[in-house]
């Protein structure tokens, strides 16, 4: 059983289109995140949602806007795609964002975006 | 602003040695540390934890040590293995109304047969 999942593995469009991607776990945690994955393989924090409240916003442009139908679930969607935002997006969840410093985060496989 | 680093080049060693992987900090308290280790084109998976009032943690042939004096974390892999080879990605984290986790920038561990 995948614990965290994503939707697509791979993704490749054009600038400016719009895309989404998915991501769920079945591990019944109450956080999950998006991470954001460079060229130089630097692992940076983009948002967490608590219990599908907004809990962390890292001055990512607003072009990005996740989405969390439910706990399980967390959708990323990015609006007018720039040539930076080519790189591997991380979905992650956890039990609580609040014991970090007793749990830790499982990680989806990735998905990689190129923008073109 | 805050700055964690960790070996900036790749860790080459002999198969049954011991790999000695360095996390430091700078601009930072962290009140816990974890680390990851990451596959080519996976996803990070978490290996140890440890916190601010912890010396030293133990998992298998893995072990980590904190010491917020200075400002480090050394992460050990005994009778280290080619299935070894892998990034390594420290984060620290210090809990608070934005507790998230913060890593460094990785280093690329080689165990040669």
């Known amino acids: 059983d995948t614990a965290v999942s994503q939707t697509p593995k791979y993704l490749v469009t054009q600038m400016g289109n719009d895309k989404s991607i998915k991501c769920e776990q079945n591990?019944?945690?109450?956080?999950m995140y998006w991470y954001k994955q460079d060229s130089k393989k630097f692992l940076k924090i983009m948002f967490s949602?608590?219990?599908?409240?907004?809990?962390i916003n890292e001055t990512v442009p607003n072009r990005f806007s996740p989405k969390s139908p439910d706990k399980a679930h967390l959708n990323l969607h990015i609006n007018s795609l720039e040539l930076g935002d080519s790189a591997v997006y991380f979905c992650?969840?956890?039990?609580?964002?609040?014991?970090?410093?007793?749990?830790?985060?499982?990680f989806g496989p990735g998905t990689r975006l190129t923008v073109l | 602003s805050q700055k964690i680093e960790q070996n900036s080049e790749a860790l080459n060693i002999q198969e049954g040695k011991t790999a000695t992987l360095t996390c430091n900090y700078t601009?930072?308290?962290?009140?816990?540390l974890q680390w990851y280790r990451q596959d080519p084109g996976r996803g990070p998976v978490f290996l140890l934890l440890?916190?601010?009032?912890?010396k030293e943690k133990r998992k298998e042939r893995l072990k980590v040590t904190f010491d917020t004096t200075l400002k480090q974390s050394l992460f050990h892999i005994t009778a280290s293995q080619p299935a070894d080879s892998a990034t390594y990605l420290c984060?620290?984290?210090?809990?608070?109304?934005?507790?998230?986790?913060?890593f460094g920038t990785g280093t690329l561990l080689a165990v040669q047969p």
């Open positions: 992650a969840s956890s039990q609580d964002w609040q014991l970090l410093s007793y749990n830790e985060q499982f």
């Open positions: 949602y608590n219990n599908k409240e907004l809990i």
């Open positions: 984060a620290l984290g210090r809990g608070g109304a934005t507790n998230k986790l913060i």
């Open positions: 440890i916190r601010e009032n912890e």
């Open positions: 591990l019944g945690h109450d956080t």
């Open positions: 601009n930072y308290s962290p009140a816990y």
